[in-house]
């Protein structure tokens, strides 16, 4: 299944720039409570462009704080599905939230931890809302699938979305494969350390369409059962990832940034990112 646009060797190339950055696309930076000043000395020594997703409103306020505190995080707002039915009866007030955030996410459906049919209307309905809303201001999405991966691929179809991110995705292949066709990214994170299927994934989806993620701080404590992820765990990810693909460390770094620019590259928010960082 390496199919992919890279020859051996191929990546990197005069692009050498790029090489000294990190892309977290998905993290929780709320969820750090003491930790937090730690975290972001990490973020800034080890260069981690840190996307901080936010699974509600004030986890998005709390976030949000940290973006004038360091240049290197860009904080977005979603309601997460596991928090859908405590929003879906009055969607209207979160509006002016979604228009703030630059991308919007954490956003999606989950029918493996969440096995309650009422709980599922809920999440398609405030999955919809946020889907429309992303795609009438052409926003990136940031989507949880998890158990869930047809209809997520139904609804982005059915809305027309041109832009979107699957994050941890540990679903079918050929449910992969039609969500690859519709030009959609999946950014892979600390699961493939350990996880056949999720290395599966992994080496699967197209070069060009491959992003990496922590979930920090809880992604790697619910897999491990020890300790909260800190920013350097995309270290590991990274360097696994590379061991999956045959690439050099700073091959994947490049072109993961590569995929994360292209990404972006219609987003008027992106680009101080862009001109600070590509230096
Ligand atoms: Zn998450």
Redesign the pocket.
Do not use: F
């Given at each position: 299944m390496r199919h992919d646009i890279l020859g051996a060797g191929e990546v990197g190339g005069s692009h050498s720039e790029n090489l000294g950055m990190y892309l977290d696309m998905?993290?929780?930076l709320d969820k750090y409570e003491a930790e937090i000043a730690d975290v972001i000395g990490e973020i800034k020594a080890n260069r981690i462009l840190t996307v901080s997703?936010s699974?509600d409103p004030q986890a998005y306020l709390k976030s949000k704080e940290l973006d004038s505190r360091c240049e290197w995080v860009v904080s977005t707002f979603g309601i997460?599905p596991w928090n859908a039915p405590a929003y879906h009866a009055d969607l209207h007030v979160l509006d002016e939230l979604i228009a703030q955030s630059p991308m919007v996410g954490?956003i999606g459906l989950d029918y493996h931890f969440i096995t309650d049919p009422v709980q599922h209307e809920a999440q398609r309905h405030v999955f919809r809302y946020f889907v429309q809303k992303g795609v009438a201001q052409d926003k990136i999405l940031?989507i949880?699938s998890k158990g869930a991966e047809a209809d997520v691929n139904t609804i982005l179809g059915d809305l027309s979305v041109r832009r979107a991110i699957l994050?941890?995705y540990s679903g079918p292949i050929d449910t992969l494969q039609e969500l690859a066709e519709k030009g959609f990214y999946f950014s892979l994170g600390v699961e493939m350390l350990s996880d056949p299927h999720i290395q599966l994934v992994a080496r699967t989806v197209s070069a060009e369409l491959l992003l990496t993620e922590t979930?920090n701080p809880?992604?790697y404590k619910w897999l491990t059962g020890t300790t909260i992820g800190t920013p350097a765990l995309i270290r590991s990810v990274v360097a696994k990832l590379s061991d999956l693909r045959g690439w050099r460390h700073e091959q994947t770094k490049h072109q993961i940034l590569e995929n994360f620019w292209r990404l972006v590259a219609d987003d008027r928010w992106a680009r101080r990112y862009k001109a600070e960082m590509e230096v």
């Open positions: 998905h993290a929780h997703v699974m997460h954490e940031n949880h994050h941890w979930d809880g992604g």
